[in-house]
């Protein structure tokens, strides 16, 4: 028989642009509206669920400012900067846990601070090795704070304690442009080390100049045909300098007088373009000048819910494999970085996600980005001195000025446990005060605070597809919802010129995915723009289902996918909707 054209209904496929649109209304954009832990992958920008994490060390002072991954043979150095000091967490090639190493100088202060963690090769007579080379800024809160705080160095294949660069203290922070160490601070400082000596700072090719009148506060190695170079950031300006030799050594260059940025960590190197955040907009230098970096999908909702007074924190990394670079940052209230902003080279679009990370160091050597967290159990180190009686595993302790109580999760030594809150839900690091004395409520015992010291954790990222603590292994929920495509905005092709007054009912969805574990799918919709959303029961679906057959009528229409198991995983491929007229006119 002959088939009639009416009898063939059409059929479309989410056509949805890659990248997160947050800044403007929800029925404006041709983007996703939402996601959480996706990204956006090849050509077609399909979405993708994130790596999972594995956590490898609980026991960092933190919360960590900065972290470096130095490796040499199977095994890797996690070295961190807090305000509690330097550490080190060794593990292997594959990510498996090894010690832990105190590297704090003698006679530290404990304040919080933003860190720059280097290393370079020290030829010293007496000291030949590759040394890790730290410095802390004065004040987490400032980035304009002039005071100068020292250097500090330790041998990188070592586990002793760093050791303060003699006559060596700045503002601003460090930069190894082997074979010179460089520093910076305050009204445009910027000095370097003899060469190949790190801890040489007068005499031989050493020496320093005043190149603008604001405090440079950050600096990155530049590839330069005529030697070492570097791209030199203060608070108004990006300068470049390089090697010249000869009796100046260096020379410096403005690229320009009208810049800005938001914190000293939060730039990054991808593949000889440098990306920042400035105060207001997201920045490069590409091609010898400084550009703006469009973002007309986020760019408001980065301003509008960063916590500004807690600035310094902002920190940038990028996972090269998915060309990404990531901003995290303090989002609303937070004190600390707790969502993260992610621009995709390859695509050029923007998209976010929530987590919580403080530091990191991207995947060089070895092949995993490394990032730094609280404890995913809360635990705080206390000492106590002169403790009396029994304090075991298990007991309750009770301060007796706080009234807060911490559980003893387990005895480091005779003066020293790990402990963590009481409720559970108490905030992190708050429990005890040093000075107060605490009372063991399961035994007789108790003694003086000593110190009470918040522990971080190291985690391996883009690791296997859940979340791995040391406590236990969870699934990871990762979702993406599309654009509005209803009859009113040009069907499935979204904010088409014309449309229909027609609400549309979606018939079936063909679902083509790469996927383990199940998923759901969910109708999302309104009648107008500013009516409220009507979200249909989830649909489950695996890898064999061939349709999904299903009768929601919205005039204004998203779908939210979503997987939510444990090895759960997926990419989206063509997915085909059918769509036809609904029973409804508005």
Known sequence: GTILMAEIKEVFQITTPAGVKRDGTQLDGDNYVDAQWCRFIRREGRP?????????????PGPSRAILVWTRGDFNSIVS??????????????????PSYDRTPVGWSTFDGAWTLDSMYDDAVGSQGTIIVAHRTNNIGSIDDPSPTPVYYGLANDTSIFTAIPGLSVSGGIVCISPYLVYYGSDGLVGWSDINQPQTLTGGDSGSDRITGAKVVKGLPLRSASGPAALLWSLDSV????????????????????????????VIEYDGDYFWIGIDRFMAYSGGKVIEVPNELSKNYFFDNLNFSQR???????????????????????????????????????????????AGYYSQVFNRPVWAST???????????????????????RGNTTDELGFVQFVESATSFLVRPLPVSEAWGTVFSVGETVTNLSQVGGGMVDSVVPLGSAYIHEKGLNAITMNE?????????????????????????????????????????????????????????QSPDITSEPFTFDSTT?????????????????????????????????????????
């Open 312 to 358: 310094q924190k902002v920190w940038a990394t990028k996972i090269p494999r998915f060309g990404e670079i990531i901003w995290f940052f303090p989002f609303g209230d937070s004190v600390e970085c707790n969502k993260a902003v992610v621009f995709n080279m390859n695509l050029k679009t923007w998209y976010d996600f929530d987590l919580s990370r403080t």
């Open 473 to 529: 292994e969870t699934a990871i929920e990762s979702w993406f919802e599309t654009s509005d495509f209803g009859y009113p905005t040009g069907g499935s092709q979204p904010n088409g010129i014309k449309g229909l007054n027609r609400w549309a009912r979606l018939a079936r969805i063909e679902p083509d995915f790469i996927m383990e574990g199940d998923m759901t799918v969910e109708v999302i919709g309104r009648e107008f723009a």
């Open 546 to 586: 061939g349709k999904i057959d299903l009768r929601e009528q919205r005039r204004q229409i998203r779908l939210r996918f979503t997987s939510n198991t444990l090895n759960g995983n997926y990419e989206m491929g063509r997915t085909i909707l059918h769509i036809e007229p609904g029973d409804t006119r508005s």
């Open 375 to 397: 404890n995913s159990s809360d635990l705080m180190r206390l000492t106590i001195s002169a403790p009396t009686g029994t304090i075991s595993a298990g007991d309750t302790l």
């Open 239 to 266: 300068i470049r300098m390089d090697y010249v030799g000869g009796a100046a050594i260096f020379k410096f260059s403005t690229v320009t007088a009208q810049s800005s940025i938001l914190s000293q960590n939060s």
């Open 81 to 98: 900067g807090s305000q509690f000091g330097i550490n080190q967490a060794n593990i292997d090639k594959n990510g498996g846990a090894g």
């Open 48 to 60: 993708k669920k994130m790596g999972g994490y594995q956590e490898v060390n609980s026991l960092l």
